[in-house]
């Protein structure tokens, strides 16, 4: 149980183009869902919380509409970087948060590797 | 933030050998979660600790919540080479959003055969 998917799991593209990043956990429903990246050798960052059916919070530094969130429902978020550029070329993961009796675990997707030409 | 101190930054051990890693934080956490990742994969939860003082185990693997709930750490019993990758400790404090991990730096573990 608890699993986590993403889709796709790499994605090339041109400088300027928009790429869609989606998660979904397949077996059960999250209420929250969070994006981070990952840069090489390096921990996750967190970019985003995203609560199903509401505006996601961004961290600091992070720009709300470069990178967009939509959660529309239990079992789906989708990352939206747009206009992308070289430099948003990362390592993009989702996770899932599964509450269960006041237990907070969150379960990760495989990632999204994003290169950005 | 809140950041975690998580130590050895990288470690090279003999299969067969114990090793323990460890996270301690300035401020008080709720939730210290383990994490393990292999390259180009997502994070998979290893164990999830929820109260001071908890000891729990997953096979190989032990966790403990420390007393303070400002550390806990992780120990592998008998490595074997399918042990490589990078470990990370995460935690929940108060002062952050809800639900929101903080995640120390990792420990990247590399198995001798």
């Known amino acids: 149980g608890a699993v986590v998917s993403q889709h796709p799991s790499w994605v090339i593209c041109k400088s300027g183009t928009s790429v869609k990043i989606e998660c979904r956990s397949l077996d059960f429903q999250a209420t929250t869902m969070f994006w981070y990246r990952q840069f090489p050798k390096q921990s996750l960052m967190l970019m985003a919380t995203?609560?199903?059916?509401?505006?996601?919070?961004?961290e600091q530094g992070v720009e709300k509409d470069k990178f967009l969130i939509n959660h529309a429902s239990l079992t789906l978020s989708t990352l939206t970087v747009t206009s992308a550029h070289p430099e948003d070329s990362s390592f993009y993961i989702c996770?899932?948060?599964?509450?269960?009796?006041?237990?907070?675990?969150?379960?990760f997707g495989p990632g999204t590797r994003l290169t950005v030409l | 933030g809140q950041q975690l101190n998580q130590s050895p930054q990288s470690m090279f051990i003999q299969e067969g050998e114990d090793v323990s890693m460890n996270c301690t934080s300035s401020s008080i956490f709720n939730t210290w979660l383990w994490y393990k990742q292999d390259p180009g994969e997502g994070p998979v939860l290893l164990i999830a600790?929820?109260?001071?003082?908890e000891l729990t185990s997953n096979g190989r693997l032990t966790a403990q919540f420390g007393i303070t709930r400002k550390d806990s750490f992780l120990n592998i019993s008998a490595s074997i080479p399918s042990d490589v990758g990078i470990y990370f400790c995460a935690g929940t404090y108060s002062g952050a959003g809800s639900y929101q991990l903080t995640f120390g730096k990792g420990t990247k573990l590399s198995v001798i055969p």
């Open positions: 995203s609560n199903e059916g509401s505006k996601a919070t961004y």
């Open positions: 996770s899932a948060r599964a509450a269960s009796g006041g237990r907070n675990e969150q379960f």
């Open positions: 600790l929820y109260k001071a003082g």
